[in-house]
């Protein structure tokens, strides 16, 4: 069965640069995220077409973590067609993702991500190409618009006549970057505009906010981005909340660490000893709302070993 007849609602893990790698797709499985679609963070389409041996590393899958979506990002229709050959034959993802809504500098300015916006065009043959390379089911993540949020009206059906499979859409524009509130209603017209299955993504962080994202977009599911970062276990929060299951126990401050230490341990197993300097990114997200926040997070960015991380854990734990 394809992920996007899954059913409804769809719940998924956004693909986030830097964070959602191997082992914080393991450790959200883990956490109870069964029925969770896995989006894994984007990949350069020119990388793997080189034969980037760090890029095509991080191609790599867990058994536990799918379904898997590997999202690329490229704005030459060939080199995107190509890289997902690569990434189907390599790791047999259960689907592709087209990052055409990436805000950051670095992106746009090389006509990739939320660029793409600009080229819909460009945009379908590369959904075109892509489409015509590979078997899996290929969506696209984009958002509103460059500056004016009625922009995805005319570009989401434009990826829907290319022949995508489905669409994300994080309820922001290009401009507005994360700053002010996700248009969930705007979302919600896109759902009217195409036939494909819609997910609403953006400013979802816990059971409330699914829910009223789910009901303002009439979206067919969800992604949650940055709400499960130093929150592994909001998938099963949500999925418990949206089955009529009621409202699962937050865990405690010593349960919230044992998270973070089994994250090390994942992070140590996939990379190595460096995994934990990796991992420092994600430090501030576990600590956030913890009395002695700031301390401990100096503490955090020099930890160099388990032995280090498991010491200050001991010191939260006493809080």
Known sequence: MRWMDYEKPIIGLAPMA?????PFCRLIRECGAQQTVIF??????????????????SLDIHASERPVVQQLFGSDPQAMAEAALIVEKRVKPEGLDINMGCPVHKAVSNFNGASLMREPDKASQIIRAMKSAVSVP???????????PDEILKFAKSVEDAG????EVHGR???QGYAGRADWQMVGRVV??????????????????AQQALVVSGAAGLLIGRGALGHPWIFQEISASLSGHGTLEQPSIQQKMAYLRRHAELQIEHYGQNGLIKLRKHFPWYFKGIPGFRQFRAQAVRITTLNELEELIETIGRT
């Open 18 to 22: 830097d964070f959602t790698d191997l």
């Open 40 to 57: 894994r963070e984007m990949v350069s389409a020119e990388a793997l077409v080189r034969g980037n041996k760090k890029t095509l590393k």
């Open 138 to 148: 290929l969506s696209v993540k984009t958002r509103l618009g460059w500056s004016r």
């Open 164 to 167: 995508a499979d489905a669409l």
């Open 173 to 175: 524009t290009k401009d």
């Open 192 to 209: 009217k505009e195409v036939k494909i299955p819609v997910l609403v993504n953006g400013d979802i962080v816990d059971t409330q906010t």
